[in-house]
C-alpha cells in the first residue's frame, strides 16, 4: 500500500510551481506551450502528471531542469525549490542543483549515457562533480549503488560500456547515477515505457523503497494511469498545455469529474473489459495544436457535453470540486452517472477452421535457441496473442511466420500449406499477400517520399488485387474509410500525419491485399492511450468484416486480454502456458504467468492484486536451464527437479495446458492473482 497523500497546504514544498507558462519561440512566432501551472510537491510525496502526448508533461519536467533548450523561455510564473524562485539563480547555482538536489530520469536511457565511457566512470562522474570526493570513493559509492538497484554482476557491468548491458540494466544504471547524490526531488519522464512489466514492476519497486528512505519527492511523467495509480498518492491531469483535474489518486480514480478524464479512464484497457460486450471507447478527434488552439475550453471540440456560446466563449480556470480541482464550466452538470453513455456492443467474430498450424517448431542460431518445440494454431476470425518478456522469442516466431527468417526444425503451415522452411523471396504471391505484418513502428515503415495513397496502391497493384487505375484508387479510398480516416489524406506524406494516422496507414496497408492473416507485432506500444483504444478497435472491426486471422504480439498484458481469444506465455523460447484468455487470467498459473499478471499496473481501484516477486534477470538463451526454462527465478522450484528435468505438459481444459513440475493440485490451489476489492483502495 501506498502511503496516504500528505497534506499539501501545510510545510514548505520541496518543489513548487505557481502559474508556470512555457512558450517555444519559432519563425512562426510565439507557441505557448504551458498555461499557468501549479503544483506543491512535498517532501516524501510522489506526483503523477498524466495525458496524451503533447499536452506538456515532459515540456513542465524539462522547465523545472532549466533544459528547454534555445527557443524554450519560462514566459510568467515561478518554480520554487525549497521555497527559491529558481528562475532568479546565477548559472553557478543551478549547476551545483542540477544532477545533485533535483535530478531527471529519461525515458530513452541511452540518450543518457555516453557511448565512449565505462558505467564505473559515468556513474562515479556525479560524486566527484557535485561532491568533491575522491575517485576511488566515487567508485565504491558507484558500486554500492548499483547493488542497490539490484543489477547482476556489478564488477562486470561497472567495467561495461552502455552498449554491452540490456535495456533494462541500462535504465537501472541511470536511476543509480540520479540516486548516487541522494536528491531532494527525482523526475521520471515515461522510466519504464521501453520496459517488460516484470523489469517496470522490479524498477518502480526500487525507486519507492529509495525514495522513502532518503524522503525524495518524485514526480512521475506517464501516460500509463495504472502505474500513477500504484507509485503516486497525487496527480494532474492535462490537456493541451493546462492541468485539467487534480487530487488525490484515490478522490481522481474513484469518480473522475473532467470530461477528459474520463475520455483517458473508458481508453484504458482493465480487467473486466471486454472488445464485445464491454468495448473501450477512444476520445474522439486529435489534441489541437499549441498555435490554434479553440477558443474557450482546450477540450471542448472533442467533448460529448460542449455547450456552443458557454465552453467556446471565454478561458476556464480551475475551480474546486470535493477536494479536487476542476477545469471545467458544466462539472455538476454532468457527474451523474448516466451521463457517461457505455460504448455499444459488438458481435463476436465468428471463429472457424485452422489457418495456422505450428508444430514442434524450433529455430536455433547456432549456439541460440531462440524457439523450441512450439506447438499451437491460430483459427479463421480468432485473435492469438503471444506474450511474455523480451528475448523470449516472440518476435522470432513472427519473422519465421513471415518469411524473414527459416525455421531450423518442425512445421508451420498456414491454410495447408508448409512455409515453415520457405523465405519470403521464395513464396508465391498469393501467399504473401495471404499473410502481411503490422509493425511496432509506423515511422520505419512508411515511405517519407511517397503518398500514402501511392504506397497503398502498390501494395494493391502488386497483389493483383486490382489492375485498372480507377478501381485501384476507389480501393484506397475504400480502404481509408475502413481504416477511419479522411480520404484527402491519400495525397498527404507521412510527416504530415500523426503517429496513430500512421499506425492506421500501416494497418490499411497489411489490409490491402486481403490478407487471410495478419501479424500484428506491438502494434499499439507506441501510441497514447485513447490512439490504442481506436486502433485496437480498428483492428477488432477488419477482422469482424474480413475474418482475419490475427496474431498479436505483445509485452502489455491489459492489452492482450482485451483483444486476446487465446493467449501463448512464452519464455527463453519455450510455451509455459497457453488456453483462452480467460483460462490463462485465471488460476491455475504456470508460476511465470502469475508473475506477469502481478507485475501490470492496473488503473481500476475496484481492483486489488496479489504480490509476486520474481528475481534475477532472464537467463541466457546460449545457456538456458536443462530443465524448466524459468527454474532460476522461480519461488516454487523443486530443487533438483525444476532445474534439470523438462517438465511435462499437464492440460487442465481442451485449450489451456501448463507447462511445470508442479503438481495438479498445486497448481489448481493457487489464489487469483487479481481480485475485486471490497472497498475502493
Known sequence: MLPPARDATSGTPVLECRDLCISYFTRAGEIPAVVDFNLRLMPGEAHGLVGESGCGKSTIALAVMQYLGRNGRITGGQILFEGRDMLSMSPEELRRIRGSRIAMVYQEPMASLNPAMTIRDQLAEVPIHHE???????????????????????????????????????????????????????????????????????????????????????????????????????????????????????????????????????????????????????????????????????????????????????????????????????????????????????????????????????????????????????????????????????????????????????????????????????????????????????????NPSHTVGSQIARVIRKFGVETDEARIRARVLELLDLVKLPREYADRRPRQLSGGQKQRIGIARAFAGNPAVVVADEPVSALDVSVQAAVADLLMSIQREQGTTLIFISHDLAVVRYLADRIVVMYLGQIVEQGTADEVFAAPYHPYTEALLSAVPIADVRLRKRRVIVSGDLPSAKRPPPGCPFSTRCNYAIADLCANQPPPVQRFSGHHSIACHLPRDTLAAMEPVITMAEEPA
Do not use: W
Open 132 to 446: 568533491g570526493v575522491s575517485r576511488a570513493e566515487a567508485r565504491r559509492r558507484a558500486l554500492e549503488m548499483l547493488h542497490r538497484v539490484k543489477l547482476p554482476d556489478c564488477d562486470r557491468i561497472m567495467r561495461a560500456y552502455p552498449h554491452q548491458i540490456s535495456g533494462g540494466q541500462q535504465q537501472r544504471v541511470v536511476i543509480a547515477m540520479a540516486l548516487l547524490s541522494q536528491p531532494k526531488v527525482l523526475l521520471l519522464d515515461e522510466p519504464t515505457t521501453a520496459l517488460d512489466v516484470t523489469v517496470e514492476a522490479g524498477i518502480v519497486e526500487l525507486i519507492g523503497e529509495i525514495a522513502a528512505q532518503y524522503g525524495t519527492a518524485l514526480l512521475y511523467v506517464s501516460h500509463n494511469l495504472g502505474l500513477i495509480r500504484e507509485t503516486c498518492q497525487t496527480l494532474t491531469v492535462m490537456y493541451s498545455g493546462e492541468a485539467v483535474e487534480t487530487g488525490t489518486v484515490g478522490q481522481v480514480f474513484s469518480r473522475m469529474h473532467h470530461p477528459y478524464t474520463r475520455g483517458l479512464f473508458g481508453s484504458i484497457p482493465v480487467p473486466g473489459a471486454d472488445k464485445n460486450t464491454r468495448p473501450l471507447r477512444a476520445i474522439p478527434g486529435h489534441l489541437p495544436p499549441p498555435q490554434s488552439r479553440p477558443r474557450g475550453c482546450n477540450f471542448n471540440t472533442r467533448c460529448a457535453f460542449a455547450l456552443p456560446g458557454l465552453c467556446d466563449r471565454d478561458p476556464v480556470a480551475m475551480r474546486p470540486v470535493g477536494g479536487e480541482a476542476v477545469r471545467c464550466l458544466r462539472v455538476g452538470e454532468i457527474d451523474a452517472p448516466e451521463a457517461a453513455a457505455p460504448a455499444p456492443r459488438h458481435e463476436a467474430a465468428p471463429i472457424g477452421d485452422v489457418v495456422v498450424d505450428v508444430r514442434d517448431l524450433s529455430k536455433r542460431y547456432h549456439e541460440l535457441r531462440a524457439n523450441r518445440n512450439l506447438t499451437f494454431d491460430a483459427r479463421q476470425g480468432e485473435t492469438v496473442a503471444i506474450v511474455g518478456e523480451s528475448g523470449c522469442g516472440k518476435s522470432t516466431f513472427a519473422r519465421i511466420l513471415a518469411g524473414l527468417e527459416e525455421a531450423t526444425s518442425g512445421e508451420l503451415e498456414v491454410a495447408g500449406t508448409p512455409i515453415g522452411a520457405t523465405p519470403v523471396q521464395k513464396r508465391s504471391v498469393d501467399m504473401v499477400r495471404n499473410l502481411q505484418m503490422v509493425f511496432q513502428n509506423p515511422f520505419d515503415t512508411l
